[in-house]
C-alpha cells in the first residue's frame, strides 16, 4: 500500500487548509485511516481516525477545528483545518490500519504511512 499525501502549504493564523492523502496498491475501503503530526523535535502525535464506516475521532488539541472524510471511491483521506494555529505547525502523515479491531490512537497501531506534508502556520 502506498500513501501519497498533500496539500500542506503556509498559511496565517487563522486560515484553513485541506490536506489530502490518495492510497494505491491496497483495499483502501477495507482500512481504518487516521491523521498524525510530528513537529520539529517533538514525537509523532494522533492527530485524528476515521473508520471503514467513516466514525470519527480527534485529539483533544484539534477537535473543533478539523475534520476527516474519506471517499472510498477516489481511495481518498481528506483533513480540513479551520482555525490554524502555529502551534498546529508541523508535517503531517496519513496512515492505514489493515489489521482488524485493535486500537487506533497510537503509531503502533498503522500498517502503513505515507511520507507527509508539512503545514506552516504564521502569527
Known amino acids: 500500500v502506498q500513501l501519497q499525501a498533500s496539500g500542506g502549504g503556509m498559511v496565517q493564523a487563522g486560515g484553513s487548509l485541506r490536506l489530502s492523502c490518495t492510497a494505491s496498491?491496497?483495499?483502501?475501503?477495507?482500512?481504518?485511516m487516521g491523521w498524525f503530526r510530528q513537529a520539529p523535535g517533538k514525537e509523532r502525535e494522533f492527530v485524528g481516525a476515521?473508520?471503514?464506516?467513516?466514525?470519527?475521532w480527534y485529539a483533544a488539541p484539534v477537535k473543533g477545528r478539523v475534520a476527516i472524510d474519506r471517499d472510498n471511491a477516489k481511495n481518498t483521506l481528506i483533513l480540513q483545518m479551520n482555525s490554524l494555529k502555529p502551534e498546529d505547525t508541523a508535517r503531517y502523515y496519513c496512515?492505514?490500519?489493515?489489521?482488524?479491531?485493535?486500537?487506533?490512537?497510537?503509531?503502533?497501531?498503522?500498517?502503513?504511512w505515507g511520507q507527509g506534508t508539512l503545514v506552516t502556520v504564521s502569527s
Open positions: 496512515a492505514a490500519r489493515a489489521r482488524t479491531g485493535g486500537y487506533y490512537y497510537t503509531a503502533a497501531d498503522y500498517d502503513y
Open positions: 496498491g491496497g483495499t483502501f475501503r477495507t482500512y481504518k
Open positions: 476515521i473508520s471503514q464506516s467513516s466514525s470519527t
